[in-house]
Nanobody, 128 residues
């Protein structure tokens, strides 16, 4: 039984920072696949923000967040992070942690969310 539990969302002013965490359990595919962060803003489709491979060595970031967000993974503690700096109002949305045993990082970034196997419940980020 896979569980992904996000934390760390909140409200910040533009230019501020937040760090999101995702605690994973039951994800047995630790030698393959990816984990990542997606976000969904009101009236918009869910989009990939950042994805990292199973051993945490190959990160991919969306163009809109490059240079501001950094994804990382602590395999010892089965935790995924998203460090978000220089936040903008357009970064506002529900942020979801996701995991899938079959995708490579670049594939998962562009994947249809319906095809991604596991999701957390989401954590809200508001920048205003």
């Amino acid at each position: 039984h896979v569980q992904l539990v996000e934390s760390g969302g909140g409200s910040v002013q533009p230019g501020g920072s937040l760090t999101l965490s995702c605690a994973a359990s039951g994800f047995k595919y630790k030698s393959s696949g990816c984990m990542g962060w997606f976000r969904q803003s009101p009236g918009k489709e869910r989009e990939g923000v950042a994805v990292i491979d199973h051993d945490g060595t190959t990160p991919h970031h969306a163009d809109s967040v490059k240079g501001r967000f950094t994804i990382s993974k602590d395999n010892a503690n089965d935790t995924l992070y998203l460090q978000m700096n220089s936040l903008k109002p357009e970064d506002t949305g529900m942020y979801y942690c996701a995991a899938d045993p079959g995708w490579g990082p670049s594939e998962m970034m562009g994947a249809d969310p319906a095809d991604v196997d596991y999701w957390g419940q989401g954590t809200q980020v508001t920048v205003s």
